[in-house]
Structures are given as C-alpha cells and as structure tokens.
C-alpha cells in the first residue's frame, strides 16, 4: 500500500489574500472606534457626577461621600470597555473569510484607539449634560461632570477583546479558522502526494531497524538466528 505524504507548497505571502485582509481590518478598526464612541456617550449618562457646596465665590466643598464617584466613574468606564471589547471580537469574529492575525491586529488597535476615543467622547458629551454654572449663588449645590484621569482603565477594552480572540481560536476546530486559508498570509490546503511503496511493500521505518523492507539487511547485520544454517529440527536420532 502506498504511503501519504503532505507536499509543501511555495512560501510566501499571496497579495490578494492579503490585501483582502487589511482591508477588513481596517473596516473593523473603524467599526470598532465608532462603537466606542457610542459606548463613551453612554458612560455621559450612566457616570454618577461629582456634588459640591459653594462656600465662598469660585469656591466649593465636596459633600460627605460625592469624591467616591470619582472612583464609581472609572469602574462604569471599565465595565463598559469589557462589554464593548467583548461584543466587538464576537462581531468580528464572525467575519470568517478574513480570520487571521491582520483581522486581530486591527481589531486590537481599534480597541486600543477606541478606548481613548470613549474617554473623549465620553468627557464631552458628560459637559454638555453637566455644564459648569458660572458664578453659582453661595450655599448653592453644584454637579461637576464625570472625567477619566485613570490611564490603565483604558486596557480593559483592548485586553477583553483579546482574550476573547484566543478564546474563540482555542475552540475552533478548523485548521483553517474556517477562512480558507491555511496559512497565516493566505494559502491553500497543503497538497497531498503518493509515494510509491518500497520492494517489500511499505515505505514507512520502523525506529532504529528500518522498515520491513530492511528485514534482509538486518539479518545480514545480526548474522544468522539461531536456527539457521542448522539441518532440520527432529527427534534425536
């Protein structure tokens, strides 16, 4: 029986694969940035703001418990950016053509600008609701609007995508991804080729003492068995 053996096809990335693909990664890296700046309007709403008592003109006291916020505001930041890093790697993660490390890369820096883009939008949008009174009256209560000054929260959305990629690639049982291509810069299924069997009709070695076809040579090496060269085994005469 003939034995299969898997032929290697010519290295080398394929340009229109690609192409292909930085194309979607980028289309997902803007995708990615437009999610989060609706995400950073969201955090506008949901951030709890910051209380203050006017004492004096310009002047104000924070009230009893209001400097917790700032602390209550990066963690809705961060619950936010894990939400969207995780339905955003589920999304592209569906793109399936395109699987592949350039469709990561993309991903994962739009995660990364989409974070910082979620704190400017987020920042602005929280002005708009929250405006800051001028001159307010003495003895009044004012809201100041919530701001992300926590530069490590901003991991959270591109490390949830992440780990949600590796994830999703440990449980697919594709060699492929179920893209096509079998290669990390496009290629097709490696071929698969036919060798013809040896005198004995296998080509595959068995360890150290060859395959059955080195059954003679081996023989030779080891000399005769114990019964060979002998006369016929029989009854004592």
Known sequence: MATVFT?????????????????????VLAAVVVVSAVAGV????????????????DRGAVLSGESAHQFD??????????????????AAWRWRRVRGPILLAGLLLGSLVGAFT??????????????RPHQPPVDSIVELAPTMRAWPAFIAQPLTAA?????LIALS????????????????????????PGPYGSAI????????????GTAQAFGPGPYEGAGPIGPPR
């Open 118 to 131: 979620m704190s400017l939008v987020g920042e602005a949008a929280a002005e708009l609701l929250y405006p």
């Open 73 to 90: 505001a990066v963690a809705v930041f961060v619950l936010i950016g894990i939400v969207t890093g995780l339905l955003t790697a589920a």
């Open 205 to 216: 070695s068995y360890g150290p003492y060859g395959g059955p076809g080195a059954n003679s």
């Open 7 to 27: 032929a290697a096809e010519p290295s080398g990335p394929h340009t229109d694969v690609v192409r292909r693909e930085i194309r979607a990664a980028a289309v």
């Open 42 to 57: 969201v955090w506008a709403y949901l951030a709890p703001t910051e209380r203050l008592l006017v004492v004096e003109p």
């Open 163 to 167: 780990v949600v990629m590796v994830v």
């Open 173 to 196: 049982v594709a060699d492929d991804l179920g893209s096509g291509q079998y290669r990390p810069f496009g290629g097709g299924k490696p071929r698969r080729s036919m060798l013809a």
